[in-house]
RNA sequence: GGCCCCGUCGUCUAGCGGUCUAGGACACCGGCCUUUCACGCCGGCAACACGGGUUCGAGUCCCGUCGGGGUCACCA
C-alpha cells in the first residue's frame, strides 16, 4: 500500500471522505493455494459487473481505502461510494446482530414480537428453531404472515425521511422519492413496536379477497380446512375474516379464530374463565333460559339475535354483561373474540345450540 | 488503543441562521365509545448532550469537552 498521502473520495451520504494512506496495513489479497480474499474478489467483480454504485452499510467504510488501492492497482474506473448507517438494536446504538438473540428478549417489545410469531408457528405446527425463526431474521415475517409492504414501509423510514410528515409508501412511491442525499448518518434502532403499527395498518387497508388468500394456508397447515380448502370452507374463511375485522393483526393470526373450524364436540373450553364465569349463582340457568329463546328465533342472523338478547335482558331485568359472557364462553370457549352475534350469526342456531347444550351440561 | 463516524422527545425523524414558546409518527398516560377483545375519536406528557466562540440573532456555522458507535483477519 501507499506509505503516504491520503485516500481520497466522495462518499454519497458523508460527503467528502479522506482516509491517510499511512494509517493502511498491507493486506494479504490472495492465499497460497490461488484462492483470493474478499476484497480483491469483491473488487475484480464489481469491475466486472460494471457496478457504478456501492451502497453498502456504514462497517465497510473503513475498507474503502484498501479496495480502492485494488481497483486502482488493477485500472479499474472507480465507482460511486454510499455507506448507510447500519441498523441498531432496539433502545441503543449497537450494531444489530442476529448472534445476540437472547439479549433482545429481555427487550419487552423485541420480547413480544417474539412471543406472537411462537404462538403463530406452534398453531399452524411449523417447526421452528430459535436461531432462525426470530425478528431480526426477515425469514420470521414471511412465516408469520407479515405484509411484505408494511415491512418495506417500515424499513424505508429506518435512517430516512422524505420530509416531517410523509409516513405512508407503496414500493412505486418509495422507488420515485428515495434519494442518498436524504440518508441519515447515524444508526437508526429496530423499534419493534413500530413495525408492528406499520403491519396493523397495512392489514387494516387489505382487501379482503387478500386477506383470505393470506390466512388460508395457516388454516391448512393447522389441519382446519383442506387444501384446497372447499368451496363452503372458503366461504366459511371469508365470513371469519369480515367478522375479525382488525383482530387480525398477522395472518396467522387466522388461528386465534379456530373455534369457527372446529366440531362443536372438539372445540376447547378456557377452563379458568369458564369456571369464574359459571360459578356465578344462577349463571347456568340464566344461559339455559336464553338458550330457548334462540331455539325458535328466526331469522337466526346477527341482528335478530342481538334484538333476542337484548329483549331477553330487558325483561329479565339484567345487564347485557350479565350473560353475554357465559353465552360467549357457551359458543365460542373463549372469552374474547369477535362480536357474539357475528360469532353465532357465523356458527348458525344448531351450532350455537349444540356447544351451549354441552356447556350446560359440564355444569350440571 | 489507532483510524473513522455519529449526537433533536423513550424510539424513528422534520429542521439546511430569524417563520422553533422545535413539527409529525410509534410508544406511553388520561377520557369517550363499548357484550369481550380489537378498532375508532378527543386530550396530554415528552427532546435540541455540555461549554466556548461567530452573528443583531444558533437546534441550525466553527472549536473544544463529554457521550455513543463502527472498524482494525490468509471471514465475508
Same mark, same amino acid.
Given at each position: 500500500?501507499?506509505?503516504?498521502?491520503?485516500?481520497?473520495?466522495?462518499?454519497?451520504?458523508?460527503?467528502?471522505?479522506?482516509?491517510?494512506?499511512?494509517?493502511?496495513?498491507?493486506?494479504?489479497?490472495?492465499?497460497?493455494?490461488?484462492?483470493?480474499?474478499?476484497?480483491?474478489?469483491?473488487?475484480?467483480?464489481?469491475?466486472?459487473?460494471?457496478?457504478?454504485?456501492?451502497?453498502?452499510?456504514?462497517?465497510?467504510?473503513?475498507?474503502?481505502?484498501?479496495?480502492?488501492?485494488?481497483?486502482?492497482?488493477?485500472? *479499474? @474506473? /472507480?465507482?460511486?461510494?454510499?455507506?448507510? $448507517?447500519?441498523?441498531?438494536? &432496539?433502545?441503543?446504538?449497537?450494531?444489530?446482530?442476529? +448472534?445476540?438473540?437472547?439479549?433482545?428478549?429481555?427487550?419487552?417489545?423485541?420480547?413480544?414480537?417474539?412471543?406472537?410469531?411462537?404462538?403463530v408457528a406452534s398453531a399452524a405446527r411449523m417447526a421452528t428453531?430459535?436461531?432462525?425463526?426470530?425478528?431480526?431474521?426477515?425469514?420470521?415475517?414471511?412465516?408469520?404472515?407479515?405484509?411484505?409492504?408494511?415491512?418495506?414501509?417500515?424499513?424505508?423510514?429506518?435512517?430516512?425521511?422524505?420530509?416531517?410528515?410523509t409516513e405512508t409508501f407503496t414500493r412505486e412511491e418509495m422507488?420515485?422519492? *428515495? @434519494? /442518498?442525499?436524504?440518508?441519515?448518518?447515524? $444508526?437508526?434502532?429496530?423499534? &419493534?413496536?413500530?413495525?408492528?403499527?406499520?403491519?396493523? +395498518?397495512?392489514?387494516?387497508?387489505?382487501?379482503?379477497?387478500?386477506?383470505?388468500?393470506?390466512?388460508?394456508?395457516?388454516?391448512?397447515?393447522?389441519?382446519?380446512?383442506?387444501t384446497p380448502a372447499s368451496d363452503g370452507e372458503r366461504h366459511?374463511?371469508?365470513?371469519?375474516?369480515?367478522?375479525?375485522?382488525?383482530?387480525?393483526?398477522?395472518?396467522?393470526?387466522?388461528?386465534?379464530?379456530?373455534?369457527?373450524?372446529?366440531?362443536?364436540?372438539?372445540?376447547?373450553?378456557?377452563?379458568?374463565?369458564?369456571?369464574?364465569?359459571?360459578?356465578?349463582?344462577?349463571?347456568?340457568?340464566?344461559?339455559?333460559?336464553?338458550?330457548?329463546?334462540?331455539?325458535?328465533?328466526?331469522?337466526?342472523?346477527?341482528?335478530?339475535?342481538?334484538?333476542?338478547?337484548?329483549?331477553?335482558?330487558?325483561?329479565?331485568?339484567?345487564?347485557?354483561?350479565?350473560?353475554?359472557?357465559?353465552?360467549?364462553?357457551?359458543?365460542?370457549?373463549?372469552?374474547?373474540?369477535?362480536?357474539?352475534?357475528?360469532?353465532?350469526?357465523?356458527?348458525?342456531?344448531?351450532?350455537?345450540?349444540?356447544?351451549?347444550?354441552?356447556?350446560?351440561?359440564?355444569?350440571?
Open positions: 500500500m501507499h506509505r503516504e498521502g491520503f485516500c481520497r473520495f466522495p462518499d454519497l451520504i458523508r460527503g467528502p471522505m479522506e482516509f491517510a494512506w499511512s494509517n493502511e496495513q498491507d493486506h494479504v489479497i490472495q492465499r497460497a493455494d490461488g484462492t483470493c480474499l474478499y476484497h480483491l474478489a469483491n473488487v475484480v467483480d464489481d469491475a466486472d459487473f460494471r457496478i457504478t454504485h456501492v451502497i453498502r452499510a456504514e462497517e465497510h467504510l473503513s475498507n474503502t481505502p484498501r479496495q480502492i488501492f485494488i481497483a486502482q492497482g488493477l485500472g *479499474f @474506473s /472507480l465507482p460511486q461510494y454510499a455507506h448507510l $448507517p447500519y441498523v441498531a438494536e &432496539p433502545g441503543s446504538s449497537n450494531k444489530l446482530s442476529k +448472534r445476540k438473540l437472547n439479549q433482545y428478549l429481555k427487550n419487552q417489545d423485541f420480547k413480544k414480537l417474539c412471543e406472537h410469531g411462537q404462538q428453531s430459535p436461531d432462525t425463526f426470530n425478528p431480526v431474521i426477515v425469514d420470521f415475517y414471511r412465516a408469520v404472515g407479515y405484509l411484505p409492504d408494511a415491512i418495506l414501509n417500515y424499513l424505508v423510514l429506518l435512517g430516512w425521511s422524505l420530509d416531517d410528515r422507488v420515485r422519492h *428515495f @434519494s /442518498l442525499d436524504r440518508v441519515n448518518k447515524g $444508526p437508526a434502532s429496530f423499534d &419493534p413496536q413500530k413495525l408492528w403499527a406499520f403491519q396493523c +395498518r397495512y392489514m387494516q387497508a387489505l382487501p379482503a379477497p387478500e386477506k383470505c388468500d393470506m390466512v388460508s394456508p395457516y388454516l391448512q397447515r393447522a389441519g382446519l380446512v383442506g366459511r374463511i371469508e365470513r371469519v375474516v369480515e367478522a375479525a375485522g382488525d383482530r387480525i393483526k398477522t395472518a396467522g393470526d387466522i388461528l386465534e379464530f379456530t373455534e369457527f373450524f372446529v366440531s362443536d364436540a372438539d372445540l376447547q373450553f378456557d377452563e379458568k374463565a369458564f369456571t369464574k364465569r359459571f360459578s356465578q349463582p344462577g349463571a347456568a340457568d340464566l344461559l339455559r333460559r336464553f338458550r330457548d329463546r334462540l331455539v325458535q328465533l328466526a331469522p337466526f342472523d346477527a341482528a335478530a339475535t342481538e334484538a333476542a338478547l337484548r329483549q331477553f335482558v330487558d325483561e329479565e331485568q339484567i345487564k347485557i354483561g350479565d350473560v353475554i359472557h357465559l353465552l360467549r364462553l357457551a359458543v365460542t370457549g373463549k372469552s374474547v373474540g369477535v362480536g357474539m352475534f357475528d360469532a353465532m350469526a357465523l356458527l348458525g342456531r344448531d351450532h350455537s345450540i349444540a356447544r351451549i347444550d354441552r356447556a350446560l351440561a359440564r355444569v350440571s
